[in-house]
């Protein structure tokens, strides 16, 4: 139900990035559009063909880079309780919670997550 819009993830207010396999078909996603001077990590998708190969934490880490070389401190998101294995990946690349925000501001179980951004952004391997 959040309002997206194309022009939230043009730069330099916001990017998207999209992975493709070798044969040139989309794999995965994610992207980050402005939310006051933090960057709101929207749509990290990975298909189910792709999973556990760590390409989600490379999208993270990719979106991560991209907000900060625009000159973001903070990466902030929402998810919910039905994405448990996105929560688990969150904590583990150093997302903690933070006040809730946006259109799911006051929804009951909403998870409302942020990093800061600097020397501790996920590395890619």
Same mark, same amino acid.
């Given at each position: 139900m959040t309002e997206l819009a194309d022009a939230d993830f043009e730069p330099p207010n916001?990017?998207?990035?999209?992975?493709?396999? =070798?044969?040139? $078909? +989309?794999?995965?996603c994610g $992207?980050?559009?402005?939310?006051? =001077?933090? +960057?709101?990590?929207?749509r990290v998708f990975v298909r189910e063909s792709a999973r556990r190969q760590g390409l989600a934490k490379r999208i993270v880490a990719a979106v991560e880079a991209s907000a900060a070389? +625009?000159?973001?401190?903070?990466?902030?998101?929402?998810t919910g309780p039905l994405q448990p294995e996105a929560v688990a990946m969150y904590g583990l690349?150093?997302?903690t919670a933070v006040e809730p925000f946006g259109?799911?501001?006051? =929804?009951e179980g909403s998870i409302h997550l942020g990093k800061e951004l600097g020397s501790e952004s996920t590395v890619i391997h």
């Open positions: 916001g990017d998207f990035l999209v992975v493709y396999d =070798e044969s040139g $078909g +989309a794999v995965g $992207g980050w559009r402005s939310h006051g =001077e933090d +960057a709101e990590m929207k070389a +625009a000159g973001r401190k903070r990466v902030i998101l929402e690349l150093g997302y259109y799911y501001g006051a =929804e």
